[in-house]
């Protein structure tokens, strides 16, 4: 199962401060326990919202939203992509996080991606064959 854990961004990411070299070391620490376990698919912090867009999509029409965006809790600050057994697995990983922000309360959120199989027959045989050539293009092996 793959498991997506998403940092929560704060003030200070959304204003752009940059973490000091002690978290950027802890975290790439941790980031090593993660792949040498092998359980690390991707990993990546992401710009302030006011570097970002939205499209809104309200039936055919497509409204672009530039950033940056003011609900600070509901963004997104970094992420993982981790291949685990379980939920519990990933909570456990995340639990040995470095706090992502040192100054006061920080947020990681745990989702499972969905795979084909979650589908069911709503996705066709064709739909999963065009899938697997699309990843192979891109080079996921699975």
């Known amino acids: 199962m793959r498991f997506v854990a998403m940092v929560r961004a704060t003030r200070a990411s959304e204003a752009g401060e940059m973490p000091s070299e002690k978290l950027l070391t802890d975290m790439t620490l941790f980031n090593e326990e993660l792949v040498r376990a092998g359980v690390m698919l991707a990993g990546e912090g992401l710009h302030p919202s006011r570097n970002g867009a939205r499209v809104r999509y309200d039936g055919d029409k497509r409204t672009v939203i530039d950033g940056p965006f003011t609900e600070t809790k509901e963004l997104i600050a970094g992420f993982w992509i981790l291949q685990l057994n379980s939920l519990e ?54």
């Open 89 to 142: 697995e990933a909570v456990e990983w995340m639990k040995r996080c470095p706090n992502p922000f040192e100054d006061g309360v920080s947020e990681i959120e745990i989702r499972r991606v969905f795979e084909a199989e979650d589908f069911g027959d709503a996705f066709t045989p064709e739909a999963r064959e065009l899938e697997a050539q699309q990843r192979a293009r891109m080079g996921d092996p699975r």
